[in-house]
């Protein structure tokens, strides 16, 4: 997505700081202060590199490039404290935002679901579909030379956003959770338990929702439960990695993630055809409920 300055200083999804650039700053300085000199003595010094590109093209605002820098000399005195528990903070506003968020923790996210992958039996979908007899599913230990075999989440693309916040969430971005996501296939039930459980103990990770859609929602009228129901079965866990330096860093240690936890066996029957009614439907449930 293309950035787009803005005049608000509003700030992003539980980072410090604002979302807009300030009016009357200079639009494009030759370097920005960043913290830390090679004395060691904490003055501040110039970088027109890294630190540059993120404040105008992922920040979005001088003042929370300074405060992310502030942030990240702190953090790395106190990493070693246990994961932190975060406040409310100022809702994302732009999608822009939301999408450079979600871009700079993907292959963060990436490694923590295959590391739960690797220890509770989860697998990732192969790529290659069709043959009878052939597996759809295979573990994977991460890396980018097998990563071509598998069809990941990854961050969703922005034409699937907008369509789901015109037709679901009313154009607030701040709804909307699944910018990076992800999912797991396991074989048992038992497995996909084991993974949950650990989800929720690791303090490294934040659990900010969890939906399950095996077993029926509510207490209404089972007949309307039955017709807004799809059929799909999963468990899906928004988290945030509060424990993580590396996000904590770059200010995206509160961009929630989606990992969906999926039986393999109900996996399996679903077709890309499939996929794309489910799609439909979703829309028209969306209307009507």
């Not at 009016?23 to 090679?38: D, F, I, N, R, T």
């Not at 992922?58 to 005195?77: D, G, N, P, T």
Request: aromatic letters at 6%.
């Amino acid at each position: 997505a293309k950035v787009h300055p803005t005049d608000d200083d509003s700030g992003s999804a539980g980072g410090p700081g604002g979302g807009g650039l300030d009016p009357a700053a200079p639009q494009a300085p030759s370097s920005l202060l960043l913290w830390g000199s090679s004395s060691g003595t904490g003055e501040a010094q110039t970088d027109t590199g890294a630190w540059g590109f993120l404040a105008h093209n992922v920040l979005q605002s001088h003042k929370l490039q300074e405060a992310m820098i502030r942030y990240s000399r702190r953090s790395s005195v106190t990493s070693s404290r246990p994961a932190r528990r975060l406040e409310a903070a100022t809702p994302v506003q732009t999608l822009d935002q939301l999408h450079a968020q979600a871009f700079l923790i993907s292959d963060m996210f990436t490694e923590v679901v295959v590391k739960l992958g690797r220890l509770h039996r989860g697998k990732f979908r192969l790529r290659a579909r069709g043959e009878e007899g052939r597996s759809l599913f295979a573990s994977w230990q991460g890396g980018p030379v097998s990563k071509g075999r598998f069809e990941l989440g990854g961050t969703k693309s922005v034409a699937s956003c907008v369509r789901k916040l015109d037709v679901a969430y009313n154009l607030d971005v701040s709804r909307l959770l699944d910018m990076c996501r992800e999912s797991l296939f396991f074989d048992t039930v038992a497995d996909l338990r084991g993974c949950l459980e650990a989800i929720a103990a690791d303090e490294q990770l934040e659990v900010v929702l969890v939906k399950s859609t095996m077993v029926a929602e509510g207490n209404g009228d089972a007949g309307a439960q039955e017709v807004l129901f799809a059929g799909y079965r999963y468990i899906k866990v928004c988290v945030r990695l509060v424990g993580s330096d590396n996000a904590r860093s770059l200010c995206v240690d509160t961009h929630v993630c989606e990992l969906l936890l999926v039986l393999s066996s109900v996996a399996a029957v679903q077709t890309r055809e499939m996929q794309q009614r489910y799609l439909e439907w979703r829309q028209c449930k969306r209307v009507v409920a």
